[in-house]
């Protein structure tokens, strides 16, 4: 059983340019994560979606970021007009549907996966 | 709000000598807390988590933690520490919204061990 897939591992962007992040969660998962790791600091969640919802981006820039995560294929975090201060380390995670009955208060562990490195040149 | 200090950066051990990661979480209601350890250029692994059960959580690789309310504490500890063990470890409180968890990190602690 794969754990979480993301790719490429690591990417290397021109300021100006695209970047895209992808991530294929654990089998049976359907909710994904995505998270910004700046040098030397904790995560920080950016957005979290369901298949072909995004339920909460409160921690994604307003700005040249996207995510997604469609009916078929993996999750895309989406960056466009890269910045020098992108350059991060990006992780994805995910976690199993709640079991029935237990929508509200469900916590389910996050599997991560080892991580997209984005150096914006 | 949901917050979690981890008290230090960078922790130094002797092999053998035992580990203790210490974190402090601030909560509005009652939290379930977890570790994560990451090892260079990998994801995040998980230790173990707290969810309201027994307050002495075990974990793996010989990890435990201790959730005590009083202290609003959850420090990590291990009684005998290995050269493999060194990594950053993460303590994180969930914050439980209608069905899934947001998950706030702490800044990391940096464990590195000598022989």
């Known amino acids: 059983n794969a754990g979480v897939m993301q790719n490429p591992r690591h990417l290397v962007r021109r300021r100006g340019q695209e970047a895209r992040l992808r991530c294929s969660p654990m089998k049976g998962h359907s909710h994904v994560y995505w998270y910004r790791q700046l040098p030397e600091e904790g995560l920080k969640f950016m957005v979290y979606?369901?298949?072909?919802?995004?339920?909460?981006e409160s921690g994604m820039p307003k700005e040249r970021f996207s995510a997604e995560f469609p009916k078929e294929g993996p999750s895309i975090l989406r960056i466009q007009q890269v910045v020098r201060g992108d350059s991060a380390a990006y992780f994805c995670?995910?976690?199993?549907?709640?079991?029935?009955?237990?929508?509200?208060?469900?916590?389910?562990?996050?599997?991560f996966g080892d991580g997209t490195r984005l150096s914006i040149l | 709000a949901q917050s979690v200090t981890q008290l230090d950066s960078h922790v130094s051990v002797s092999e053998g000598t035992p580990v203790l990661l210490r974190c402090n979480y601030s909560s509005s209601y009652s939290p379930s807390l977890f570790w994560y350890v990451q090892h260079p250029n990998k994801g995040l692994q998980l230790l173990l988590k707290y969810t309201s059960a027994a307050t002495l959580v075990k974990g793996i690789n010989g990890f435990e933690a201790e959730f005590k309310k009083s202290e609003t504490s959850f420090h990590l500890t291990k009684p005998s520490a290995h050269m493999s063990d060194a990594a950053e470890y993460f303590c994180v409180v969930s914050l439980v919204l209608g069905g899934y968890n947001k998950l706030i990190f702490g800044a990391g602690t940096r464990l590195a061990v000598h022989p």
């Open positions: 995670a995910s976690s199993p549907p709640s079991p029935p009955g237990q929508t509200i208060y469900s916590n389910q562990p996050q599997h």
């Open positions: 979606l369901q298949k072909e919802n995004i339920i909460d």
